[in-house]
Structure formats: C-alpha cells, structure tokens
C-alpha cells in the first residue's frame, strides 16, 4: 500500500488561491488513479478531482475552471491548485490513491475560505 501526506491548507479570502500537496511514501508511477476528495461538517465526502497515470484529468462541475490537478510522479507528488475560492469550498481535503483495489487515504489537510 502507499501513505499520503497532505499539506497546504489554511485560511483564506474569498477569491484567494491554495496549493495542496500529497506526498506519497513510493513511486506514484504505477498507480493509475490518484484523486483529491473534500468533506465539508455535515456532509458526505466528495471528488473534486482524478487524475489518470496518462495525466487524464476530470472534475466536479463545483470546481470546473477554478481548480487543477497535476502530478509530478519524480517527486511522487500530486497537487491541487485551487483558484477563485468561495466559503462554500471550505472542507477537510484529502488525498486518494488506489492501489490493488484498494483505496488509501491520507490525514486531510483543513481549507477555510472566509473573510
């Protein structure tokens, strides 16, 4: 299996932009489907965004043109750059590998947007 670290989070203005980061403990090369999910106080866990071993991306239509994902498989890294940021992106956001059929998370790092 792998771990996931992320970090980046923090507060925010609307409008604001973040960088998150997922550090992964191997090489990311292999695993096909790396994602960023966000859980919001009272919610179910959401995707925000995949990205494919072949750089495919896909979105929630919540994030489209406001936020990109990338991966950098020599820094076994995935980020989320989020752009034009409203209170309602504020969640907890983690980070998604899966490896063998089985999904493995990291912590969560905490976004807050609000002025």
């Known amino acids: 299996q792998v771990q996931l670290v992320e970090s980046g989070g923090g507060l925010v203005q609307p409008g604001g932009s973040l960088r998150l980061s997922c550090a992964a403990s191997?090489?990311?090369?292999?695993?096909?489907?790396m994602g960023w999910y966000r859980q919001a106080p009272g919610k179910q866990r959401e995707l925000v965004a995949q990205?494919?071993?072949?750089?495919?991306?896909s979105y929630a239509d919540s994030v489209k043109g406001r936020f990109t994902i990338s991966r950098d498989n020599a820094k076994n890294t995935v980020y989320l750059q989020m752009n034009s940021l409203k209170p309602e992106d504020t969640a907890v956001y983690y980070c998604?590998?899966?490896?063998?059929?089985?999904?493995?998370w990291g912590q969560g790092t905490q976004v807050t947007v609000s002025s």
């Open positions: 998604n590998a899966v490896l063998s059929g089985m999904s493995n």
């Open positions: 191997r090489s990311i090369r292999s695993i096909y489907t």
């Open positions: 990205i494919t071993s072949s750089f495919g991306t």
